[in-house]
């Protein structure tokens, strides 16, 4: 126990400020974000995580927004189990024919109203996979989208940029 | 000598039926043409000599004025023996060799689901990838497919595999999990808590990726490559432009080959340092997870810094890198490793310490190293189970052929097991890439590709963080791609996955399933 409580107190609080890059507006936004949730979403704002056919890189970003730099949580951020408790779907591309239908559903299964975001190169425009025999191609082909964070894959910073985008409009 | 012990021992037997394959560029490994009388034959003669199957495909050849071309890859020690075989287009048959090699099986139904090959003698002919929904007919990797145009859905069914009995209940998981990862479907039978029998249903993220490798070009098919596993970029591109250099009879300047495992090193550190938390979120010890996260955060982002994407993609191409390196990024390295080992081995203590945590990894998804055998897995799942398996030591490309790598190999196959080999080949990783900046060489970054010449073939096999990764190009007749096989460590170790969770507890599988971790992508493709 006293090595747990040892590392702890030596690595002390590692989450980070985001920084205004790209977009100086963002910064603006970051501190609209938590008032947004709060205001439209009683402060908590659970998001549904769909890989509809990605290569994994979407994911591994995704993952990273969770972690001790990035900390979403602390904007009211979470990443819910079931598509029943979500606000915002966050999907990753391109559709595959074999995801087609689960992705379908999955929204269906989403009260609204909802969110989607689709994620990465692939999910905006299916990327270097295109459309083929066996993949849709992006996701506003199969589902609504309401806001697209391309990037392949988008880094974390630009996920929450792009989340906090898609709250505020 | 080691090197053609196999090849020599089928010619032997063969006598003039065996043919060396002159298509196969040379310096890579090993082939050999065999009739489809004899294909099977051949496979019981390796596998007496203890030879593992390493990948099972095949390729349609009508462009090149043959038939179909079946092949199948054996490892043994140093030595990979391709063996091909020829099927006629009006007789789409070939022998089955799961009698021989259970984990053929797979390869076999794949084969025969995009290629419309008949394995004659497998028992399992349900389709694999395509899923029911997609007409019997359609088989994407034929030439005379249109990759481009839509299927439609018809009705069908899949027959699962089922266990009745009083008390015995089923439940289906996914395809769309409950964390953040990626989709593939899980149906167990069970009876109160114990797990009876687990089959795995996958081909969730078929992208047609090995049909669209067929549409670019050698340059382009580069950044696919690099898309197959995400979370592989940087040994698929090596996997894929390796291959391509056999091809060409490109060398590549040491230079880039140390950069190139630069490269690698720091992706198996990254993934490892993932998996490491993944694991030991999965019996709810969130300390230890945040902080393995912390340390892989940090490493993607020296990354970033140095050599412009956290997960290098796109780095690597054939020839060469595109990221170099200067003494000032390498003295960044060096800190920024001094900084992870010391966090790391404090981690590794809390993790070494705990009692609880120890409780539920040991003795759970036991992976018996015969049945691993049986299976022929690969990498990490191999070296957790007793089999000393690692292409940088026993099909050493450069610069494994000039730096030393020692692997760990365990032999309890339980998810602790495949936890410490991630351990250990960390401290590894971060020891080889010690030695790689201390011995980096200079000069050139690429070496320029000559024409590809048609009706050629290259193969390569690297070893990525997961494992094995085995890469087979071929040009077609106008020097374009013809057929490009992936074989991502995935495809044979979801196989040890549904063995090694029998007797096991629902509750226990997603820690199986993480201390696996092995990619969809990559299987499905």
Redesign the interface.
């Given at each position: 126990m006293i090595r747990i409580l040892k590392q702890i107190f030596r690595t002390g609080i590692k989450t980070e400020t985001i920084p205004p890059v790209l977009d100086p507006e963002i910064a603006k936004i970051g501190v609209k974000l938590e008032a947004v949730i709060k205001k439209r979403f009683r402060g908590s704002l659970a998001i549904r995580q769909i890989d509809a056919g990605s290569c994994n890189g979407c994911e591994l970003e995704i993952h990273a927004v969770n972690n001790v730099f990035y900390n979403c949580e602390r904007f009211g951020i979470h990443f819910t189990a079931s598509p029943r408790f979500a606000d915002l779907l966050l999907v990753t591309g391109p559709v595959s024919r074999n995801m087609e239908i689960a992705l379908r559903r999955t929204y269906e299964a989403t009260p609204t109203p909802k969110i989607v975001v689709a994620v990465g190169d692939c999910g905006c425009n299916g990327g270097i996979f295109g459309e083929s025999y066996a993949t849709v191609g992006a996701v506003d082909s199969v589902i609504p989208v309401d806001a697209r964070i391309p990037g392949c894959p988008p880094t974390p910073i630009a996920l929450l940029q792009g989340i906090l985008k898609a709250l505020a409009d | 000598m080691d090197k053609i012990r196999l090849k020599n021992l089928v010619m032997n037997a063969l006598g003039s039926d065996a043919s060396e394959d002159d298509s196969l560029a040379p310096s890579t490994v090993m082939s050999l043409v065999v009739p489809r009388s004899r294909f099977a034959e051949t496979a019981r003669i390796l596998k007496k000599e203890y030879a593992l199957l390493a990948a099972e495909w095949a390729s349609d050849e009508t462009g090149l004025g043959r038939g179909y071309g079946v092949y199948a890859c054996f490892r043994r020690e140093k030595e990979y023996l391709v063996v091909k075989m020829e099927v006629p287009t009006d007789d789409p048959v070939f022998p089955s060799l799961v009698k021989k090699y259970p984990a053929a099986f797979r390869f076999e139904r794949q084969i025969q689901s995009l290629m419309g090959l008949m394995p004659a003698g497998n028992p399992d002919n349900r389709p694999w990838i395509k899923?029911e929904d997609w007409p019997a007919d359609?088989w994407?990797l034929r030439k005379t497919?249109?990759?481009?145009?839509?299927?439609p859905r018809v009705a069908g069914e899949y027959r699962w595999i089922r266990a009745e009995g009083e008390g015995i209940y089923e439940i289906p998981v996914g395809?769309?999990h409950?964390?953040?990862?990626?989709?593939g479907h899980f149906r167990f039978q069970a009876m109160g808590e114990d797990i009876i029998n687990l089959e795995a249903r996958l081909?969730?993220?078929?992208?047609?990726?090995e049909?669209?490798f067929e549409t670019l070009s050698w340059v382009d098919a580069s950044?696919?490559a690099a898309?197959?596993?995400?979370?592989t970029?940087v040994a698929h591109s090596l996997g894929y432009a390796r291959a391509v250099e056999a091809l060409a009879g490109c060398i590549p300047p040491d230079r880039a080959h140390w950069l190139r495992a630069l490269f690698l090193e720091r992706e198996r550190i990254a993934n490892h340092l993932?998996d490491l938390g993944a694991i030991c979120n999965d019996v709810a010890f969130a300390?230890l997870f945040?902080?393995f996260?912390?340390l892989?955060?940090i490493v993607?982002r020296t990354n970033?810094n140095l050599f412009g994407h956290?997960?290098l993609?796109d780095r690597i191409v054939p020839g060469g890198v595109i990221a170099d390196i200067d003494p000032d990024k390498a003295q960044t390295i060096m800190e920024e490793l001094a900084l992870i080992e010391k966090?790391f081995e404090?981690?590794v203590?809390?993790y070494d310490?705990n009692s609880s945590l120890e409780d539920r990894v040991r003795d759970t998804g036991v992976l018996r190293s015969e049945v691993a055998r049986d299976l022929c897995v690969v990498g990490i799942v191999a070296r957790a189970s007793g089999l000393n398996l690692d292409c940088r030591i026993h099909h050493p490309f450069p610069p494994y052929d000039r730096i030393e790598v020692n692997v760990p190999v365990l032999v309890s196959g339980d998810a602790h097991a495949r936890a410490w080999v991630r351990v250990e080949e960390v401290r590894e990783s971060i020891r080889i890439i010690r030695e790689l900046l201390r011995s980096m060489p200079t000069g050139r970054l690429t070496t320029p590709m000559d024409r590809i010449i048609a009706n050629r073939s290259g193969f390569s096999a690297v070893e990525g963080w997961r494992g094995e990764i085995i890469y087979w190009v071929q040009s077609g007749q106008n020097g374009g791609i013809n057929r490009c096989m992936v074989r991502d460590p995935s495809s044979v170790n979801w196989l040890g996955l549904e063995q090694c969770i029998h007797g096991n507890i629902v509750p226990d599988f997603p820690l199986c399933n993480k201390s696996f971790n092995q990619?969809?992508?990559g299987n499905?493709l």
């Open positions: - | 899923h359609a994407p497919f249109d990759g481009a145009k839509k299927l395809p769309v409950a964390g953040i990862i990626e989709p081909g969730y993220v078929h992208k047609g990726i049909k669209r950044r696919l898309r197959v596993s995400g979370d970029t993932g300390f945040y902080q996260h912390r892989k955060e993607l970033m956290r997960f993609m966090d404090r981690l203590a809390v310490d990619s969809y992508s499905d």
